[in-house]
Structure formats: C-alpha cells, structure tokens
C-alpha cells in the first residue's frame, strides 16, 4: 500500500540553524500540505500545497517558513533561523483529488 | 468558540464495552469530516469519513448532524487495541482551497 514518506524521524538542532525537512507523498496524489503538533496540543494545519504553489497557508506559517517541490517527488519544509517553540513533530500529508488525506510518520524537531 | 471542538478525556472504559465521541465544528460551511485516529507520538490515521447517510465500517460508526453541527464516532465491542486518541476533522473550503482543521483529540483508554 503506497505511504507518504518523511525524513529525517528526528532531528535535533540549535536555535537560530536551518533545518530542511523531507516528505515523499503518494505518486499520484496532488495535493501536499504541513502540519505541526506541539507535544501534548493539537495537529495545526501549516501550509497546502497544489499545482507548485502555495495554496493556503495559517497564521503560523511567517517568513520563517517556505516550502518547495524541488522535484516530481519530493516535498520540503524549510525553517530558517529556529526558534525553541519550534519544537514539535511535522508531519506532512497528501491527498489525491477526493477529500480523504494521508499522514507521514512525521519528523520530530527539538530545537535546543 | 472553536473551530473544532472534542471532549479531551480520558475515557476509560472496560474491554467489550460500547463508546461514543462527539465533536462539534463552529463553522456551518465545513465541507467533509473526518475521524483519525493517533497512537502516541505517530501519525494521525485516517479511521472513516463521515458522511451526511453515516457510515459503518465493522465496530465503527460514524454519524453527521449538520443542523447541530457535529459528527459523532460509535465504537462498539471495544478492544485494548482500540486504546488512542481520536481526532475529529473538518474540511473547510476557504479562498477556493480546502483547509482542514482538526480537534484536540478525545483520548480512549480501554481496561483489561
């Protein structure tokens, strides 16, 4: 059964540093979105992506932020200059054309 | 009031005992709703959508009530492994694009 993939599982960095987070949607899906969920709070909808842009996108989701499909598979979340209320799993997911989407296993960021 | 509304829990409940959840969205033009289901630390899990008929998919059943604005998740003859947190979603057509907005969770706990 095809899955949404993301690397790394965990990634630990200091304040201030970039970090690239990966996610390989399912082939033939269409639309690609980030979520946050901050340990112990609720998963919080980043940014959706179609048709190689930006398609709607949370308050949450500032300057420090930006997304790209680098290529026909890959799809990253750029952080710059983190912040320790950075720290959380980031979990990308991916829909085909109907409503029903599916999660990555996420990446867990601690920012120290 | 929020978006999407769900009773945190827990909710202990003994194995083979019947279980309901409910959630409430605030806003009347949501689209589809969703139940996922998410073990500690992973990802959420697409459990059922939720259609306007309802739907059953063995021990669950899932119901909308679009004048009261909830949907509601049934889970019948519970099993230990039924033990997670429950996030109910909604599909929120905003700009032309689709946001979905989750719930805290409803955390289930069911004893040997």
């Known amino acids: 059964e095809p899955e949404v993939t993301q690397t790394p599982s965990h990634q630990v960095t200091q304040m201030g540093q970039e970090v690239i987070l990966r996610c390989v949607p399912i082939?033939?899906?269409?639309?690609f979105y980030w979520y946050r969920q901050i340990l112990g709070q609720k998963v919080e909808f980043l940014v959706s992506?179609?048709?190689?842009?930006?398609?709607?996108k949370s308050e949450i989701f500032d300057d420090q932020f930006s997304v790209e499909r680098p290529d026909g598979s890959n799809f990253t979340l750029k952080i710059r200059s983190t912040k320790l209320e950075d720290s959380a799993m980031y979990f990308c997911?991916?829909?085909?054309?109907?409503?029903?989407?599916?999660f990555g296993p996420g990446t867990r960021l601690t920012v120290t | 009031r929020k978006e999407v509304e769900q009773d945190p829990g827990p909710f202990n409940v003994p194995e083979g005992a019947t279980v309901a959840f409910n959630c409430t969205y605030s806003?009347?033009?949501?689209?589809?709703f969703f139940w996922y289901r998410q073990d500690c630390r992973k990802e959420p899990k697409l459990l059922m959508s939720?259609?306007?008929s309802g739907n059953e998919d063995g021990r669950f059943t899932a119901q909308l009530n679009r004048a009261s604005q909830y949907i509601s998740l049934l889970i019948r003859d519970s099993k230990l492994s039924d033990s997670a947190t429950y996030l109910c979603?909604?599909?929120?057509?905003?700009?032309?694009?689709?946001?979905?907005?989750f719930g805290t969770g409803t955390r289930l706990k069911v004893l040997a």
């Open positions: 939720v259609y306007s």
């Open positions: 992506f179609y048709n190689n842009e930006i398609s709607e």
């Open positions: 979603a909604v599909n929120l057509l905003t700009s032309g694009t689709y946001k979905y907005i």
């Open positions: 082939s033939n899906h269409l639309y």
């Open positions: 997911a991916s829909r085909e054309g109907g409503h029903e989407q599916y």
């Open positions: 806003n009347s033009a949501s689209q589809s």
